[in-house]
């Protein structure tokens, strides 16, 4: 008991000084509490408070504009309104979205949806809907206090000024996926963000796309837009840099005209001293315009139909059997390995088929052409004459200049997924069919474009431009210059890939019998004959195993000093000499129309 009386009488003695000692304690530890959170926190709290009153809206930059090579605008953009909802305003309240919903005629489960999967991305808007009506955004604008963390932009989308032209070259623009995203979020790519899918859009994206800025807003607590923030600068968008193409815009349109007899198929105009495609068109095409605004479920399954295949761009994506137009390359291999020459006949007349070894190899025409010179040979496409010159030549030979005319590989146009072909060779075979699979009789329908051999229209083209030049091959491309913002064009020359393996005999024995192709009436393609050009051409038909043989015909002219390589495959379209009058219009069109209005 003295105890205790003992220690209160000690307690009341320094109880003063206890509280006073307790009461420091607690202000020291509050002023180390303030300190701390106003030296080493005052940076995360003041960017805090600054999301709390400033907004910042990304300000979308516009894509570069796509011209022809007369610097027609091509691809422009218009301006439309964007509606978003800011994530860290936004009080993700049942009646608002369904308020948002009915005004916007979005489902809410989509609002809900793009909410949860952004909403950890706080301060950066997430776009509901695009091209929303003025009418819309004057209501949101009006009851702002009604639609906390709704906010509005004004972006860019793609205008096409002539409708219509060149699909497959100019491509389209849509939302990035989410696939899309995984594999460029290293660009600066965000969701929501506008991509190229297809063609030029496509491979020059990063070009065509530019840099955002950013616009900062002050708001009151409720979202309420006071106006700018002023110690801070807007931060202007940089523009995407403009393209001018190589293809000519009326060319375009009447090749367009032209593939309305065409089911589906290709054609290419292209220059043979430069590279440059001045027209291509691949049908069925599709209209880029419609992707200026959302599409239904249903024109995007027509877009991906497994058997038209709109999409798909067939002359420089489709690979075909090339048929009777690789005899030229044959033929050129024939005359300097001294295996034949312009007037030489081979050993055996064409009686409509050949015995080699244990098979028989037939020629298109089963009555057979008899004794033909190579000339003769060429335009009427003898599959006999060829035979022989192929047994002659042997897959190797026959294999190493395929690919020294650049067949079975890329040719680096500026086009996304652009295919290579096949060119078989001895490893090819021994690899598929193993070394006793195969005999040496695979040549023989090689030698004519058969077998399992594959080309691109373009390859075709490519190696026809150099036939027609005197053997120099010319990279093909479709740019021709990059106008940067503020900054010097990049234009784009001429790239020389190398020189086709023939002597300028092989080289004209080839033009000479392909002159005679379109100018004698007995020959294959006489329908592209014209009387004040001369054209050179050459037809072909590929076995197809999926139907109807398809149908070549390649040209150029004037034969003599060729301006212009014109390539025309149609799909299941039979003999290519049916389809020669299609290069007759078109030349007619260029020499009597095109250059006289072009002052050429």
Known sequence: MKKFDLTEKIFAEHKERTVFFFIL???????????????????????????????????????????????????????????SIMPFEFPADSELVDKLSALLDVPSDYIWEKYLKTKEIQYLPVKIKKRVDFSKIAEIEEKSNEYPGVVYQVEPVRSYPLGKIAPHILGYVGEVSAAEL???????????????????ERYFDN???????????????????????????????????????????????????????????????????????????????????????????????????????????????????????????????AVDENIASAYSHMEYP?????????????????????????????????????????????????????????????????????????????????????????????????????????????????????????????????????RFPLRYPRVFSPIERGQLPFSMEAIKTAVDGMIRTCNEEWATGYGAHMEDIVVAGKTGTAQNPHGADHAWFVSFAPAENPEIVLVILVEAGGSGGAWAWLARMFYDYYFHIWKYDHNL
Request: with cysteine.
């Open 25 to 83: 304690a607690v202000f020291f530890l509050l002023i180390i509490r303030l300190g701390y959170l106003q030296i080493f926190r005052s940076e995360y709290y003041y960017n805090l408070s600054e999301r709390n009153r400033i907004r910042v809206l990304p300000t979308p930059s516009a894509r570069g504009r796509i011209f022809d090579r007369n610097n027609i605008v091509l691809v422009d953009n218009s301006p439309t309104y964007t509606i």
């Open 182 to 200: 995984r594999e460029r979020y290293r660009e600066g790519i965000r969701a929501g963000d506008m991509v190229g899918k297809q063609g030029v």
């Open 350 to 482: 064409c009686l409509g088929a050949m015995q080699y070894g244990d098979r028989w190899f037939f020629c298109w025409l089963r009555s057979g052409h008899g004794y033909l010179d190579m000339l003769e040979a060429i335009a009427q496409s003898c599959d006999i004459y060829f035979y022989q010159i192929g047994a002659r030549l042997g897959l190797d030979m026959w294999s190493e200049y395929a690919k020294k005319c650049f067949f079975g590989q890329q040719t680096g146009i500026e086009l996304p997924h652009e295919a290579k072909g096949l060119v078989p060779d001895r490893n090819y075979y021994n690899t598929r069919y193993g070394r006793r699979g195969w005999g040496a009789g695979v040549v023989l329908n090689l030698v004519i474009g058969q077998g399992e051999l594959l080309t691109t229209p373009l390859q075709v083209a490519q190696f026809f431009s150099a036939i027609a030049n005197g053997g120099t091959v010319y990279k093909p491309r479709i740019v021709k210059e990059i």
């Open 207 to 333: 070009i065509l796309r530019g840099q955002d800025g950013a616009t900062f807003l002050e708001v009151r607590a409720n979202g309420e837009v006071i106006g700018p923030v002023e110690e801070y600068k807007n931060i202007p968008p940089k523009n995407g840099a403009d393209i001018v193409l190589t293809i000519d815009m009326n060319l375009q349109k009447y090749l367009e005209f032209l593939c309305r007899w065409i089911p589906q198929g290709a054609i290419i105009a292209m220059n043979p001293n430069n590279g440059d495609i001045i027209a291509a068109v691949s049908v069925p095409d599709f209209d880029q315009t419609i992707f200026s605004q959302p599409i239904t479920d249903t024109i995007w399954a027509k877009l991906n139909n497994p058997e038209t295949h709109p999409m798909l761009c067939r002359w420089y994506q489709g690979t075909y059997p090339p048929a009777s137009p690789m005899k030229i390359m044959s033929a050129a291999a």
